[in-house]
Every structure is written in C-alpha cells, then in structure tokens.
C-alpha cells in the first residue's frame, strides 16, 4: 500500500524513513540536513560511512533522535555514476530490499531524486510507485509513505501513484 501525506520526515511515526545521500552518507539537500540536525548527534556518529558506498547502494541505521527507529540511507551520488533515473531506481529497489532484510514494516519517504537526482516531482513518484514491491510481497515493507510538504503536491502525487494501484 502506498499513501501520500503532508507532514515532515523527522516526525513520522513509521519503522524507518529513507534519506538520500551521497557515496559518504552526507546529505543531499537542505531538508536532509535539517533532518540530520534533528535527529541529533547519535545520528551522525551512525551514519558515518568508513568506506565510499556506489551510487544506487541503500544502507539501513539507526535513526537517532528521528520519530522513526531506523533510517534508509539511499546512494544517489558518487563520484563514477552521473545522477539520475537510473541511479535512483537502482537505490529504490536497494532500499525495499535492506527494508525486508531488516522487517520494516512501514518506511516514509520524500520524493527520493526530485532535486538532488535532478528529477521531476512527477518522475521521482512515477519511480516510487513504480518500484514499491506489491502487496504480499514476501521480505518487503508493507507500507510506503510518500511525504510531501504541501497539499498541491499530495494531489500531484496521489494522482500518479493511483495509476499503479
């Protein structure tokens, strides 16, 4: 099941919420730095990353001070793979997969690649829609949240992610 809510990341009662990041776990965009100030100082000693990760990875840790347990850290960005569709695929499906691996039930999510992977609000929901596994899907989150900011944004989400249902 996918749903569309406005609401902010840091505060979403779900088992994990995915955070894109570059090949050093370090945020892509002002809100997810927001996001690592307000999950605190456990957060980034966590999410310390002691090698480079590729682009299109997915790594699960703790959430710190965050509403949810765990964070998703999806790889969008290194310094070989140019960003794009095909990286934030790559790290969608990567995601689903440590979400099983880890029993996370429910995960939220931003619009994953609309602006740091150089997509469209349209083509960033298309991706998650498209790549969520579906329900009854053995090992994989039952649930996925797509967070949005603003009502006119729900509604252009809602709309697309009605068309894989």
Known sequence: MIRVVVDDLAFVQVDAVLRPADSGLAPLTPAMSRLDRLAGDGFAAQRRATTELEAGAAVVTGGGDLAAPY?????????????????????LLSAWQRA???ALGVVAAPLVGAGAGQLTVEEAATLLAETFPRPGAADHPSELRIVVEREDERETVEAIVRRFA
Do not use: I
């Not at 790889?75 to 793979?81: K, Q």
């Open 100 to 102: 099983g691996d880890w």
């Open 71 to 91: 964070v998703l850290h999806v790889v969008l960005r290194d310094e070989r793979s140019p960003v794009g569709r095909d990286v934030v695929r790559r790290a």
